[in-house]
């Protein structure tokens, strides 16, 4: 007995539910009130009366495996099914319906479907993609739901857009993938046959001979010699035709079809136009010109009878024999060879030579071994030499001789690419200044002291004089930046004049510029260092070159030299200083070996004393650049080393470490933030970034500001002031083992 509908006798449904919202199911479209909710659920989630859950994509069954979406475990997995459709074909005596096949591909990452029409040659239909990719609806009344996996089985219909397909079979991935989700396929159909198809396929195969053609298979030729191309160097002898003169001419021969092309290679001023072709590509005949034949006379295939009505219905027989045929002789590569004459449409053709590769191609295929060129016109007398009128003054040398060259003058082209590469770049001036004193009999110029500066990216030379106090000279630019010729050149000639070049410069080199003698006594740091640095260039600063001239000069002179090396050295501790080691050298050599190489050699087996500035001094500086810029981001670039530290062993390597300070753009000067890291590095080159980042950090460990000029030393303002003696003591024994070997 049922309990009365009444308070206290029926069950409280809402017990043990946590969900009460409510779907929205009106909203506006377009402006237009609507429902929109027809599928979505009540109160709570729960169906409404009559309402049916509808899966929207197809649902498989959970199994072993990992939980990940359809569209990454299903990427790029098609099935693939084999289907026709029926066209109806209305007025056409030929056929009254067409069966169409196509492909249907069901994709499994989102449930598109796309149909696919495989192209007939002729049909005349367009065919290809017949239904784009995507998600297709099921016919009504249920076009508010889509296509998905359970629809689809073999030997059945399926209607996409009110056109009925018919599956007949699918692919082995398929049947397969298929038979995994449970699913009981249906025995394959065949597809019927197309009418028309039928009828065209018997026209076809009554036009086929019973007895097949003679097969020209010219395929493998062209697949193994495409592109391959004999060329010979010919020659023709026109000189009987009236305006004629000897010919040359250039013989391509394709191996791919065996035709022949010639080109006609027309001299400089010969007065000949140059015509695209002198022969176009085509089969040469051995035999030509030829007589004119009728149409058809040449041909293939020779038909020996007819029988039967023309046309539809008749019958052909071949003869196999080839009665009648006209035949023709054509060039080969077999028949072209040097010092063979070709007819060419009745014009005889020497073949003078060839290329390498024709060369190898007959070397290799017919085992030809000489290819000695055929000589064809007389060797060219001597040339004559171009004259070159002097110069008359006017403008550069370069520039009027530019006038000589052609009828539109031109300006004398530059050297851009040196230019480019021995222009100033950053703090490499690529300029060579040297000290220079004035060669002369007046006391006063010879107290004169002149700075020449050699320009690398033109060979420009420009000579400054400092101002000295209480000289009565002022001091200043002395000779504007120019090239500069050497001294003993005659003015008017037809030669170039020649200039001072970099080799010219040299310390204790005697140079004259306009009438002035100067000689070289000194130069910079950075001169001596780019010398030695390019010593093929410079044979004064190759320091084997110049060991090799004192083995050859101080030969003899073992004894003294030794005998004057301990008079300077009596402790025995193998260093002297660099006076007595200059006078020395001076002495032995007597006047073959220049200040210059002196001062090399002086470089090279010098004691180098280490100087560094103090790290505090280095540290202050960064801190003050980065006060200036308000920088406090510390902590954060702490984080970024440690990020970038994998090992967390608290060091990064050099090279790292200033590409994340470039990258956090730390505002510290590049060359200054290279020499502080040096001193925070280990003997693995590695950084300490937390002692590194502990120093600069100017909020934690401020430090008292010095002035940078104490770290940094230019000598753009360099005025030949020696600021402190670069070589000062000689390693004399490295030197004299060099020089005179190891000795006891």
């Known amino acids: 007995m049922a309990l009365p509908l009444l308070p206290g006798n029926s069950f409280n449904r809402n017990l043990g539910k946590e969900k009460f919202n409510k779907s929205q199911h009106f909203d506006y479209s377009n ?41 990454v475990a299903f990427d790029k997995q098609v099935l693939c099914f084999d289907a026709y459709f029926q066209e109806s074909v209305h007025e056409k005596r030929e056929e009254q319906f067409r069966i169409r096949r196509c492909k249907i591909y069901f994709y499994l990452e989102d449930d598109t479907i796309q149909v696919v029409e495989p192209e007939i040659k002729n049909s005349g239909i367009p065919q290809g993609t017949f239904i784009r990719r995507h998600r297709i609806p099921l016919p009504p009344p249920y076009d508010d739901e889509c296509y998905t996996l359970e629809h689809f089985n073999i030997n059945q219909e399926m209607v ?57 298979d010219k395929l493998k030729q062209f697949l193994d010699h495409d592109r391959h191309v004999l060329r010979f160097f010919c020659f023709w002898d026109d000189s009987d035709a009236m305006f004629g003169d000897p010919r040359e001419l250039t013989l391509h021969y394709f191996l791919a079809d065996d035709t022949i092309e010639i080109r006609e290679v027309v001299q400089a001023n010969s007065g000949r136009d140059a015509a695209p072709m002198f022969l176009q590509r085509n089969k040469l005949p051995k035999h030509a010109p030829a007589p004119k034949h009728q149409p058809g006379e040449i041909a293939d295939r020779t038909v020996l009878n007819v029988f039967g009505p023309m046309g539809q219905g008749g019958r052909y027989i071949v003869d196999s024999h080839k009665t009648g045929a006209v035949h023709q002789e054509f060039y080969k590569d077999c028949d072209l060879a040097i010092g063979a004459v070709i007819n060419v449409w009745g014009r005889k053709v020497i073949i003078c030579d060839c290329d390498g590769f024709t060369k190898e191609y007959y070397r290799t295929k017919y085992g030809v071994e000489d290819f000695t060129p055929v000589r064809h016109r007389a060797s060219p007398g001597p040339r004559l030499e171009k004259k070159v009128p002097p110069y008359n003054g006017f403008g550069s040398e370069e520039d009027s001789l530019c006038s000589c060259q052609g009828l539109m003058p031109k300006p004398p082209q530059k050297d851009f690419r040196k230019m480019m590469e021995k222009d100033r770049h950053g703090l490499d001036s690529n300029v060579l200044r040297f000290v220079a004193k004035m060669i002369t009999d007046s006391p006063v110029d010879s107290e004169r002291k002149f700075i020449i500066s050699y320009f690398l990216c033109d060979d420009t030379i420009a000579v400054f004089e400092p101002p000295q106090r209480n000289s009565g000279v002022i001091g200043g630019k002395f000779l504007e930046r120019g090239r500069i010729k050497k001294p003993e050149q005659e003015l008017f000639k037809s030669e170039l004049s020649q200039y001072f070049k970099t080799q010219d410069l040299f310390v204790g080199a005697k140079l004259s510029f306009n009438g002035y003698n100067f000689q070289l006594v000194d130069t910079d740091e950075y001169t001596f260092n780019y010398m030695e640095k390019h010593a093929d260039e410079f044979p004064m600063a190759n320091i084997s070159t110049i060991i090799s001239k004192m083995k050859e000069i101080c030969d003899t002179k073992l004894k003294e030299i030794k005998k004057c090396f301990v008079m300077n050295d009596p402790t025995s501790t193998g260093v002297i200083e660099y006076a007595p080691f200059r006078n020395l050298l001076t002495e032995v050599a007597e006047g073959q070996l220049s200040e210059h190489e002196i001062m090399t050699v002086g470089r090279h087996y010098n004691i180098r004393e280490q100087h560094k500035t103090d790290t505090d001094l280095l540290v202050s500086v960064a801190q003050e650049q980065l006060r200036k810029k308000t920088f406090e981001s510390f902590l954060e670039l702490a984080d ?10 608290g060091f990064l390597p050099i090279q790292e470490s200033r590409t994340l300070c470039k990258a956090f753009k730390l505002p510290v000067a590049d060359d200054l ?72």
């Open 160 to 216: 996409f857009y009110s056109r009925t397909f018919t599956i007949t079979d699918c692919d082995a991935f398929t049947r397969n993938f298929l038979r995994k989700l449970g699913v009981r396929l249906n025995s394959p159909s065949a597809t019927p046959k197309d009418p028309y198809s039928t009828v065209r396929n018997q026209m076809q195969e009554s036009m086929k001979p019973l007895r097949p053609f003679e097969r020209l």
């Open 31 to 71: 402006g237009i009130p609507k429902m929109v909710g027809e599928e979505k659920p009540g109160i709570g989630g729960e169906l409404l009366l009559g309402q049916k859950m509808r899966p929207k994509y197809t649902v498989f069954p959970r199994g072993e495996g990992s939980d990940a979406p359809s569209w």
């Open 640 to 649: 970024f080393f440690v990020h970038n530290d994998r090992k967390k062993s």
């Open 673 to 744: 933030l290279r020499e502080i890291m040096a001193r925070f590095q280990n003997d693995q080159e590695e950084l300490d970034y937390n002692a590194f980042l502990s120093a600069i950090d100017w909020k934690e460990h401020p430090l008292p500001y010095s002035q940078p000029g104490a770290l940094i030393q230019t000598d753009s303002d360099w005025n030949g002031e020696a600021t402190a003696p670069a070589v000062k003591n000689i390693n004399y024994m490295i030197l004299v083992e060099d020089v005179f070997g190891k000795q006891d």
